[in-house]
């Protein structure tokens, strides 16, 4: 509970004795292993010319225009502009499925272009890892969690997605020593209708994850935040039954936090800093990189003990390379065929 802040940095091994219930992933685990997923936002992975169809400038001026880096905001837009259209005859169909089918293909082309490929060779380490803690939360949309805890057979795990899809009436109905998965910002792999209700897609592979955006109704769509700000975040969270349910979870729990590559961004996380303040947990073990800059360490800790009151909580901050799960043997590699 101390207020002094400094550079220093610990060694996991100096907590791993503490009992870790719980686990928060953030980017930072995801670009360790895959380097494609160093960019903050996919919009601007989706502007990228090197990818294979990238927004053109009419797309780009529709995320201008209604603020947001959301491509579901954007494509939902067109959906139903095409639907006006149809109805008082406008003329503009053929503008609006082209626009729509743009944005539609970057946002499946920058997936492509950042995401790792199945079969990650780090998949089973993970998932052994995995299996320490209680319950996982990630802010990544990614299938890396997804991958991992389906490799060789995913009993131990649990993602609240049995049966049709969620239902928040039996979310809780939790039997035996299992692994609780929480997709807090959604994931490629989740999809929400157009009622709000949220299931996941199965798959014994996505050969091309292309396939998760090319579907025949358009108002089927992966459930991910890709807003910036964490006010929109938290607004998408609220209208969604398992978001929310996730968010719950992760404020109410009172075990002990650990927290892996993730910034806590005073502009895009603070609905998760504030979460974890407003919790009953006691003890919160947060990465950091090593590579930042001495001053920049210490801001980040000042920042984060004034914003979940380090005299109420114990907050300890560690060298992000000496954990499993963040260190040099998680690098992903690609398989040569």
């Known amino acids: 509970m101390s207020t002094f802040v400094d550079a220093k940095l610990m060694h996991w091994l100096e907590l791993s004795d503490l009992s870790w219930g719980d686990l928060l992933l953030g980017n930072g685990f995801s670009i360790n292993i895959h380097e494609g997923f160093r960019y903050d936002k996919l919009k601007d992975v989706a502007c990228l010319d090197v990818i294979d169809v990238p927004l053109n400038s009419s797309s780009k001026s529709l995320f201008k225009n209604y603020d947001t880096s959301n491509f579901e905001d954007v494509l939902r837009a067109l959906y139903h502009a095409l639907n006006v259209n149809s109805c008082l005859n406008l003329g503009k169909e053929a503008e609006l499925i082209g626009g729509y089918d743009n944005v539609r293909n970057a946002l499946a082309s920058a997936v492509n272009y950042s995401h790792v490929p199945e079969g990650m060779s780090v998949a089973g380490l993970i998932k052994s890892h995995f299996?320490?803690?209680?319950?996982?939360?990630t802010t990544n949309y990614d299938l890396i969690p997804?991958?991992?805890?389906?490799?060789?057979?995913?009993?131990?795990?649990?993602d609240f997605m049995w049966g049709e899809g969620f239902d928040s009436s039996d979310a809780k109905k939790i039997w035996g020593n299992s692994t609780c998965l929480y997709f807090m910002h959604g994931g490629l792999h989740l999809v929400e209708d157009q009622?709000?209700?949220?299931?996941?897609?199965?798959?014994?592979?996505?050969?091309?994850?292309?396939?998760?955006?090319?579907?025949?109704?358009?108002e089927l769509f992966p459930l991910m935040i890709t807003e910036g700000h964490w006010s929109k975040k938290l607004a998408k969270i609220k209208r969604n039954e398992y978001l929310s349910f996730c968010f719950s979870a992760f404020t109410e729990s009172s075990s002990n936090l650990l927290v892996l590559g993730h910034s806590l961004h005073a502009d895009y996380d603070k609905h998760i800093v504030e979460a974890v303040a407003e919790s009953p947990r006691k003890h919160i073990a947060i990465s950091v990189w090593?590579?930042?800059?001495?001053?920049?360490?210490?801001?980040?800790?000042?920042?984060?003990?004034?914003?979940?009151?380090?005299?109420?909580?114990?907050?300890?901050y560690f060298d992000s390379t000496t954990h499993p799960l963040t260190s040099a043997d998680?690098?992903?590699?690609?398989a040569f065929l």
Do not use: C, H, Q
């Not at 209700?197 to 025949?216: M, Q």
């Not at 998680?330 to 690609?334: F, G, T």
């Open 290 to 316: 090593p590579g930042m800059r001495p001053e920049e360490i210490v801001s980040f800790k000042a920042r984060i003990n004034e914003s979940i009151s380090a005299f109420t909580k114990f907050v300890y």
């Open 131 to 137: 299996r320490s803690f209680n319950r996982i939360f």
């Open 330 to 334: 998680m690098k992903n590699v690609p």
């Open 195 to 218: 009622y709000g209700f949220t299931t996941k897609r199965r798959s014994t592979g996505f050969g091309s994850l292309r396939e998760l955006f090319d579907i025949s109704n358009p």
């Open 146 to 158: 997804y991958w991992s805890i389906n490799s060789l057979g995913s009993g131990s795990f649990k």
